[in-house]
């Protein structure tokens, strides 16, 4: 890329974070996702730390500041009101200060935190060791609250939690969600976004009902360990809890903190026990699994090949995921589609159901790169640098095509530019 036009891409990726920050945290994007998200913020951390630690700290600590006394960790915070954005506050009527959501989302705080930390300009340890004690905590909620029985494997409890929000994966578990008790709401996303972009009402109509059900018992994670009837281990959300404890533990352990680095270590291992059950040997990876009723992802995903961004992937196993990328690169402009391209489900433009995004490409490229497979990791690399510089900013792309869907100059595109997909080799962190 021309030098010129790379400089002004930088300072354009600067602007859009200095510019969705609403004071000591930032927004996905105007409008369409007005309050602070779980992971959008973390993974904005990355983009705020090429030119800016301190607010990158603040990024994250402003966000584990409305961790709940249980220790989830919220997927919203509601910090100021806004009427543009739906459900808000009193439709997850969670009653809690600063207002949340009742769920929560993929916990990338953790690795992020390593990241920042390990950044030649941070100052001591002191941040990062007041950070660690909450991590561990939200780490354990996932452990005692979704994984009741010790199996090593997490349930989600809402597609949004997933942060893939209509994924084909959930069609079948949503399907036996009761929608009866939902009446009129009206949506805010398809005033921002077209429709053909966004999920369909059936799926808003369940993404509500699950809502409403959690909001019924009170958000107890008993209760709802018990009887939600969306209770599924996602591959992506399983990954990314696995490589988030061993960077929690390895973090603690930098810090002086050695109980909390043994605790992580230790839900670390039960998780990649639990990984292996995901395995689906006719579809040669990791798929989702409904833990309600035995079923299984039809086809792979996206989220299929976090399992690299978690840890090792075993030898047999990596070779075929890999070959299988292959085969859906050559149905592709651009990687990686966040569901299988040949799959009649496919749909190129609407949200998680085909599109490309810039962060998932990240988590792909960073976990095959850590087992060896840097040719593929650098093309993914290089196809988001492509899009990006081409396109836009955007929430995510058509593998197609190219284009920009969702909103525009959207935060974690833009930190995915400026920490990622444009650095030299040598200068990316570990
Ligand atoms: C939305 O509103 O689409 C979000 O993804 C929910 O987190």
Not at 36 to 45: C, E, G, P, T
Not at 222 to 250: Q, T, Y
Not at 324 to 331: A, C, K, R, Y
Not at 352 to 377: E, K
Request: with cysteine.
């Amino acid at each position: 890329m021309d030098a010129n036009k790379k400089t002004a891409l930088d300072e354009r990726a600067r602007q859009i974070l200095t510019g969705n920050d609403r004071g000591g945290y930032t927004v996905p994007t105007k409008n369409l996702y007005p309050f602070q998200w779980n992971w959008d913020s973390a993974l904005v951390a990355l983009g705020f730390s090429t030119f800016d630690l301190d607010r990158a700290w603040t990024e994250i600590e402003t966000l584990m500041s409305a961790q709940w006394d249980t220790g989830k960790l919220p997927h919203i915070i509601f910090w100021k009101d806004d009427e543009g954005y739906f459900p808000g506050p009193d439709q997850w009527g969670t009653d809690r200060t600063p207002r949340t959501s009742g769920i929560t989302q993929p916990p990338v705080v953790a690795t992020i935190v390593r990241r920042l930390f390990t950044h030649p300009g941070n100052a001591g340890p002191d941040r990062a060791a007041a950070l660690v004690e909450k991590l561990d905590r939200w780490h354990q909620w996932f452990a005692d609250a979704r994984d009741p029985d010790g199996t090593g494997l997490v349930a989600i409890i809402h597609p949004w939690e997933s942060g893939r929000d209509n994924l084909p994966d959930w069609d079948a578990p949503l399907s036996y969600v009761d929608t009866s008790g939902v009446g009129d709401y009206q949506r805010r996303d398809t005033q921002h976004v077209d429709a053909d972009q966004r999920p369909q009402k059936a799926d808003y109509d369940r993404y509500m009902a699950l809502v409403g059900f959690g909001r019924a018992v009170g958000w107890d994670d008993a209760k709802i360990a018990a009887d939600c009837p969306f209770w599924v281990a996602d591959v992506g959300m399983n990954a990314i809890l696995r490589r988030a404890e061993h960077d929690l533990s390895w973090l603690a352990d930098a810090v002086g903190l050695p109980d909390i680095a043994r605790r992580a270590q230790e839900r670390a291992e039960r998780l990649e026990h639990g990984f292996e059950a995901l395995w689906d040997e006719d579809l040669k990876g990791y798929v989702s699994r409904d833990l309600r009723r035995e079923g299984r992802a039809k086809d792979l995903s996206a989220g299929s090949w976090l399992a690299f961004y978690a840890g090792q992937v075993h030898p047999a196993g990596a070779e075929r995921m890999v070959a299988l990328l292959g085969e859906w690169l050559q149905q592709v402009t651009y990687s990686v589609p966040s569901f299988d391209p040949g799959n009649p489900l496919f749909d190129s433009i609407r949200y998680w159901r085909g599109p490309v995004w810039a962060i998932v490409n990240w988590m792909i490229a960073d976990g095959l790169m850590r087992n060896g497979y840097a040719q593929h990791s650098e093309t993914i690399r290089s196809h988001t640098r492509t899009l990006i510089a081409e396109t836009g900013f955007y929430e995510y792309f058509c593998p197609l095509t190219g284009r920009g869907g969702g909103g525009d100059d959207f935060s974690w595109t833009a930190s995915m530019w400026l920490s990622w997909a444009t650095p030299l080799p040598e200068e990316l962190g570990s």
